[in-house]
């Protein structure tokens, strides 16, 4: 089982800036895809950015030039540094780890959640 530990959400002004920390622990396995969404209240679940590879990154139309997707392959952490943060930005962020377990039988593949930490900018 993998399992996700997030960090770094707090309350900012309109223009500053965030880190968001996700680190994924386990044993045995292997990390494909890295991605963070945001659900505002009374809105759905969006793709804020997403990693593969060891750079190879897609960003929401609303956070391109703002935001930017990293990870520490050695730690097993994606990062989201959030600039220029805008009151619409507002929201729980999560992030969503996905791979393969290792096992000796059989391999597995798995899809792991944070458990989500909050954004809030105030304007």
């Known amino acids: 089982q993998v399992q996700l530990v997030e960090s770094g959400g707090d309350s900012v002004q309109a223009g500053g800036s965030l880190r968001l920390s996700c680190a994924a622990s386990?044993?045995?396995?292997?990390?494909?895809?890295m991605g963070w969404y945001r659900q505002a209240p009374g809105k759905q679940r969006e793709l804020v950015a997403s990693i593969t590879g060891i750079a190879n990154t897609n960003y929401a139309d609303s956070v391109k030039g703002r935001f930017t997707i990293s990870r520490d392959i050695a730690k097993n952490t994606v990062y989201l540094q959030m600039d220029s943060l805008k009151p619409e930005d507002t929201a729980v962020y999560s992030c969503n780890v996905k791979g393969t377990i290792v096992a000796v039988l059989k391999s597995r593949e798995y899809d792991a959640w944070g458990q989500g930490t909050q954004v809030t900018v105030d304007s």
């Open positions: 386990g044993s045995r396995f292997s990390i494909n895809y």
